[in-house]
């Protein structure tokens, strides 16, 4: 009878749990759910328990630290542009083209057209076009090819 039980039981994937959690990280979210027929599983992180968002703010900072001040010449340069900027409307990954090796979609200097892709967000694998509110020329690209980005976060300056 225990070998019934057993096979009854819910087989958990601790691979796709941690997958999760780290997907929790990556996204900034708290929680995440996932089902599958009758099996679902659910990770969940409290926000303000000290050791969500403290430890993701800072675990960034040494990865990135090269790229952030190679960055800070062009975003110092640029600060009320970034009052005018296209802002992040979800949180997820910025990517400046439409695929590795093509070129982007807009570059500094470039001339846009109302409702042209100037960049994609990727948030929970969906492809969120983020496209130029009025036509114009591109004066700064804000952010990295596959950089997270914070709801909110400018991403890219048309004037």
């Known amino acids: 009878m225990n070998d019934k039980a057993e096979k009854g039981a819910m087989q958990v994937d601790v691979q796709l749990?941690?997958?999760?959690?780290?997907?929790?990280?990556d996204t900034n979210l708290t929680e995440i759910?996932?089902?599958?027929?009758d099996r679902k599983i659910r990770v969940a992180r409290k926000a303000g328990n000290g050791h969500g968002a403290p430890a993701y703010i800072a675990a960034p900072a040494p990865v990135?630290?090269?790229?952030?001040a190679a960055a800070?010449?062009?975003?110092?340069?640029?600060?009320a542009a970034a009052a005018n900027a296209i802002r992040s409307p979800i949180v997820g990954t910025a990517y400046l083209a439409a695929?590795?090796?093509?070129?982007p979609y807009a570059a500094i200097g470039s001339t846009?057209?109302?409702?042209?892709?100037?960049l994609i967000v990727e948030a929970m694998k969906v492809m969120n076009a983020i496209t130029a509110p009025h036509a114009g020329t591109v004066k700064?690209?804000?952010v990295d090819n596959g950089q997270p980005v914070e709801y909110d976060q400018p991403l890219i300056v048309i004037e």
């Open 64 to 68: 990135t630290a090269a790229p952030v």
């Open 33 to 37: 759910e996932v089902e599958d027929g």
């Open 140 to 142: 700064a690209v804000l």
């Open 72 to 79: 800070a010449p062009a975003e110092a340069a640029t600060p």
């Open 99 to 103: 695929e590795p090796g093509a070129a």
């Open 17 to 25: 749990v941690r997958d999760l959690a780290a997907l929790l990280d």
């Open 112 to 118: 846009v057209k109302a409702g042209d892709t100037v």
